[in-house]
């Protein structure tokens, strides 16, 4: 077996290579490393929530190089049976939601990924850190600024890393339209438009749940295109007006928003024009504007291919599974410290529940909303 010293040698003489290529590509380390083998090091990961994403998680961790599926926790056993038999899941490796603080006694579990639904995220998130072990929680990290603070202190004072799952942060169109932004090919960019949205089904699910869900369509799809806002603009926003508008209140019942459209002005003078809705369909586009051409992505955060043009033409760029390449960067992070492109930690989550907390009191109060971020 390769020695930690080896592989870090090969991983430095791997990234000078790099350099000579575009950055995108380099983000992109499972469709690159495909035909090597790898005998480094491996984040071994029990995923919580075995749901609809947790299941696509880990599908595609299958093909991560860097990150391994080793234990789930569920409070449903016949799944946990499943995903044993599946994945070759050793019984010492499986949790319910009540003894799963027990996993700071598995030494073969570094760590946790937190894909519940998201009133659950921050009670759970917490007690992954008592349990001395490194979280990656699903978009939104928490129900508000103040949850997410909860979350980053408790992994600070556990000395654990914490991770939110945007998964765009490494995907290769997106880094392109990032790159493009900051190698000036875009002139000074003073605008972004970010549509994010879908028409949901089954009432009865959680997402339309205010309890679980903590709100509606923001919580859920409308997060994309605040979080898109500030990585397309390479900016944070100074403040943001918002307005509500509901068709349906029998589905869409007292604190779950069903479509709400809001602005971001931004320190540079750029503005921000999104929408967010749980009534709209084939809402899936970023567009970003400077003063010497654009660049739109369309779709932009579905699970791909993503699709993008510029004023000059078609962006081409590797196809890739974003869970996979996703891990198998999260596991450079956690167990290396590398720096990603476009950060995924907990300050990072927090930002977008910031602004989430003032698009909310600027649909209540109708003023506009200052950010500190
Ligand atoms: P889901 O309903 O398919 O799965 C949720 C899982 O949580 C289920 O297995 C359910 O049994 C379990 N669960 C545990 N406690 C529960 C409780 N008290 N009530 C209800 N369910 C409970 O949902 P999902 O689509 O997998 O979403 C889970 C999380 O992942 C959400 O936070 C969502 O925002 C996020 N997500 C992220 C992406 C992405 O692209 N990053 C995509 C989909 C979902």
Not at 310 to 321: A, Y
């Amino acid at each position: 077996m390769q020695s930690r010293r080896d592989f870090l040698q090969k991983l430095t003489a791997s990234a000078a290579a790099l350099s000579f290529t575009s950055y995108a590509a380099a983000a992109a380390p499972s469709v690159l490393r495909e035909s090597q083998p790898y005998d480094g090091p491996v984040l071994r990961v029990a995923i919580m929530g075995l749901g609809g994403y947790g299941s696509r998680v880990a599908e595609a961790m299958q093909s991560s190089k860097m990150a391994k599926l080793v234990g789930v926790i569920s409070g449903t056993p016949s799944k946990i049976k499943d995903w044993q038999t599946k994945y070759n899941i050793p019984e010492k490796n499986c949790y319910n939601y009540d003894n799963f603080d027990q996993i700071k006694n598995n030494a073969d579990i570094d760590a946790v990924y937190v894909i519940t639904p998201n009133a659950l995220h921050r009670d759970q998130v917490i007690r992954v850190a008592k349990a001395g072990k490194h979280a990656i929680t699903e978009k939104p990290m928490g129900l508000n600024a103040k949850e997410c603070q909860d979350m980053i202190d408790a992994c600070k004072k556990a000395n654990v890393k914490l991770l939110v799952g945007y998964r765009l942060h490494f995907e290769p169109f997106t880094l392109e339209v990032v790159r493009m932004r900051k190698d000036g090919e875009l002139g000074k960019v003073n605008f972004f438009q970010g549509l994010s949205g879908f028409k949901i089904g089954d009432p009865s699910q959680w997402r339309l749940n205010k309890q679980l869900a903590g709100g509606g369509s923001m919580m859920d799809i409308g997060i994309y295109a605040i979080n898109g806002s500030r990585y397309m603009l390479g900016e944070d926003p100074i403040w943001v007006t918002a307005q509500e508008t509901k068709t349906d209140p029998q589905k869409f019942k007292e604190g779950v928003d069903e479509t709400i459209t809001f602005q971001l002005g931004f320190p540079s003078g750029a503005v921000a024009s999104c929408l967010s809705s749980y009534n709209i369909n084939f809402l899936d586009r970023f567009f970003l504007s400077g003063d010497k051409g654009f660049a739109e992505l369309s779709p932009a955060t579905g699970y791909g291919p993503l699709k993008g043009r510029t004023n000059k033409g078609e962006i081409n760029q590797p196809v890739v599974t974003h869970q996979t390449v996703q891990m198998d960067e999260m596991a450079a992070i956690i167990l290396q410290n590398k720096k990603p492109v476009i950060p995924v930690d907990g300050e990072e989550g927090m930002k977008d529940l910031k602004i989430i907390d003032a698009i909310y009191e600027s649909i209540k109060t109708g003023k506009q909303i200052a950010l500190k971020l």
